[in-house]
């Protein structure tokens, strides 16, 4: 069992000892598999300063990825009947930044690697690919049709499919290690049946108890109150709405890195931007007029990671969001595509992307 946020305080030395041992057989397992050691992969742990522009070099689905047809209710009856929890359906570009830190730095941790082949069959989808995918109703679409079905914006997207064919859990965009570790366990023993994902990780890990003194102020934020009601009167700007909370350093790293580039700036100073303390009890009016505070709205959001990023059009519409890992490439593109009001003619953001690069 991978316990999320997992520290490695014991209690006791044979703990540790107890542990190792029962970690031995997954670990062997994927050595027997074929599987790379952290040294084969190179060390990705510092991922808020890798470089998120397009690869030179063009990445492959790992071997030990399912070789699929891609009928995707075949692929999962299979990893059903092997005794496994359900399917993963890994979206993902191979020139894609993000799309190697999952595949080079999560994967290439054994632990990792070992619990996601024992509890799930991984299918590889390239996002403009032309191979035909047969989605779960018997659906015929070629790889980059069924990436827009599943209205895919970011990579690398993940989708979970239990035993039932029901969306067990979706990721879009790279997740640290322990992030990822969690949402592992969190699918693999149906957590998903009785909470969401916001709600799970709230409870595995210590208490949200942070001053929102702690969090990082940029002069482009609207001050309180958060009055931020589009469903009376149009917006002139789009909005944007950070959602993050004290003690968190992926918002330290935002603010620290993207955020500190003149081109960044200048683009958000071009939109309305508020900033919120995801569990903090703050009042706000949401874009769509409800009178809610800060906590509860994210709860309805269901945001779980922090700093999360909704955008939002002139009339309160959200337009996408980013609630994972995101730096200056990224970014910038996904400001580009807001400033420009391509989010009107172009249903998601990667579509809008494809055709940018032809």
């Known amino acids: 069992m991978i316990h999320p946020y997992q520290h490695p305080r014991m209690s006791a030395p044979d703990r540790g000892i107890r542990q190792l041992l029962l970690l031995l057989p997954l670990l062997f397992a994927a050595w027997v598999a074929g599987a790379e050691t952290d040294d084969d992969f190179g060390d990705f742990d510092d991922f808020e300063s890798f470089e998120d522009s397009p690869l030179s070099e063009p990445i492959a689905h790992p071997a030990w990825f399912k070789l699929s047809f891609l009928d995707l209710a075949e692929d999962l009856r299979e990893a059903v009947a092997s005794g496994k929890q359900g399917l993963m359906i890994y979206l993902g570009q191979k020139y894609c930044a993000y799309c190697k830190q999952l595949l080079y730095d999560n994967f290439g941790k054994l632990d990792i690697l070992a619990y996601t082949q024992k509890h799930f069959d991984v299918v590889g989808i390239d996002i403009h690919g032309q191979r035909?995918?047969?989605?779960?109703?018997?659906?015929?679409?070629?790889?980059?049709?069924?990436?827009?079905e599943q209205k895919v914006n970011f990579t690398p997207t993940l989708i979970f499919y239990d035993r039932?064919?029901?969306?067990?859990?979706?990721?879009?965009?790279?997740?640290?290690?322990?992030?990822?570790?969690?949402?592992?366990?969190?699918?693999?023993?149906?957590?998903?049946r009785n909470e969401d994902f916001r709600s799970y990780l709230a409870r595995a890990d210590v208490p949200f108890v942070f001053d929102a003194a702690d969090m990082s102020d940029e002069e482009f934020f609207s001050p309180p109150p958060h009055a931020l009601d589009r469903s009376r009167l149009v917006g002139q700007r789009p909005l944007v709405v950070f959602f993050e909370q004290g003690n968190c350093h992926a918002c330290d790293v935002l603010h620290t890195g993207p955020l500190r580039e003149t081109d960044i700036r200048k683009r958000f100073e071009q939109m309305d931007i508020s900033q919120l303390d995801m569990w903090s009890d703050t009042p706000v009016i949401t874009p769509d007029g409800q009178r809610i505070t800060a906590r509860q709205w994210a709860d309805q959001l269901g945001l779980f990671y922090t700093p999360t990023l909704l955008f939002f059009d002139e009339r309160g519409q959200e337009i996408l969001r980013v609630d994972s890992v995101v730096q200056f490439y990224r970014l910038r593109n996904v400001l580009e595509f807001i400033l420009s009001g391509a989010y009107r003619r172009y249903p998601?953001?990667?579509?809008?992307?494809s055709d940018k690069n032809r």
């Open 132 to 148: 035909t995918v047969t989605d779960l109703d018997g659906k015929e679409l070629t790889e980059s049709g069924f990436a827009i």
């Open 348 to 353: 998601t953001f990667q579509q809008w992307r």
């Open 164 to 192: 039932d064919e029901r969306e067990a859990l979706r990721l879009t965009g790279f997740y640290p290690p322990y992030n990822f570790r969690a949402a592992l366990e969190y699918v693999a023993h149906e957590h998903y």
